[in-house]
């Protein structure tokens, strides 16, 4: 299915059809509403202050939505957020009861520093479907869109998975996009795609919005590689199932310390993640509305 645009704003909507229709519009409320809570501070240079507003405003709103919602993927601890922390209980308790996943601004830096990129998202999918990834916040994580489905293997190498989605799609390589967030651990991914003559798109942030770009067939973004935020991957999830993309995702800890506490949470590093099981229903909600 494609994005469907909201009729309250430029608010992308995918998978509309999976749940009632005020609980629908409630959601796009809440994003809405912490998009605009943020945007006085658009620009500002305070990254901070901008999520917090967002956080605030998206919480007030989702208190009023018909829904009984448990946040999964929330601010949580890496974010040592006092609200929407995994495990809140949000909504009027009336209606479907639901697994949350929030980020009322992903790319904070990009809203802080007006540059394009930043949204308010949500995500909903039945009680007990979306993965939770405690104790573990990056996600090595490969995206596509159905020409991925049966090609691309997030273990083979990046060079690999270009060539193979390249002739998936039944175009040169040199026309091949890849997006990948511009961090120095991705340094040797970025180099080595280069190298086979693939096109590197490089974002500063946003994990979710690159990832929807990816999984939406003729966006202009083929594909997502390398390591993001955990949480952000599983509200990628969301909108990839909906949009009947390719993703699978490896825990991918960036210190020893995470890796020991992601050990002691029970967590496998070597399994790898599909699709239904980073979100194990098609029953998904994606809210999306842009901040910059």
């Known amino acids: 299915m494609s994005p469907q645009s909201s009729p309250f704003s430029p608010t992308t909507v995918v998978g509309a059809q999976n749940y009632p229709a005020e609980l629908v519009a409630a959601v796009v409320r809440a994003t809405e509403a912490a998009a605009s ?6 620009g500002s240079g305070d990254k901070n202050a901008a999520d917090e507003l967002a956080v605030a405003a998206m919480r007030d709103a989702l208190g009023l939505a018909p829904f009984d919602g448990t946040v999964v993927i929330g601010e949580g601890e890496k974010d040592e957020a006092p609200m929407l922390a995994n495990g809140e209980r949000l909504g009027t308790g009336a209606g479907p009861a639901c697994d949350v996943a929030v980020d009322p601004l992903d790319g904070t ?6 540059l394009p990129g930043a949204v308010a998202v949500i995500a909903l999918a039945p009680r007990g479907s979306m993965f939770d990834p405690r104790d573990v916040f990056y996600m090595q994580k490969l995206i596509a869109g159905p020409a ?6 997030v273990r083979a190498a990046p060079a690999q998975n270009a060539t193979r989605l390249a002739e998936a799609l039944g175009k040169p390589l040199d026309e091949l996009v890849i997006g990948v967030l511009d961090k120095p651990r991705h340094a040797s991914l970025i180099a080595e795609l280069s190298h086979l003559g693939v096109r590197v798109h490089r974002v500063a942030e946003g994990d979710v919005s690159i990832a ?3 999984a939406t067939p003729a966006s202009g973004i083929d594909a997502v590689m390398g390591t993001g935020g ?3 991957g599983i509200i990628a999830a969301c909108a990839v199932r909906s949009l009947g993309g390719f993703m699978q995702g490896r825990m991918a800890p960036q210190s020893e310390s995470q890796r020991a506490a992601a050990v002691a949470a029970g967590h496998d590093l070597t399994r790898v993640f599909t699709l239904d099981e980073l979100v194990a229903s098609d029953r998904v909600l994606f809210v999306s509305t842009p901040v910059t």
Do not use: F, M, S, Y
């Open 230 to 232: 955990t949480p952000e």
């Open 148 to 153: 991925g489905i049966g090609v691309l293997d």
């Open 212 to 214: 929807i770009a990816a």
């Open 109 to 114: 830096r990009l809203a802080a520093e007006n």
């Open 37 to 42: 809570a943020c945007l006085p501070l658009v």
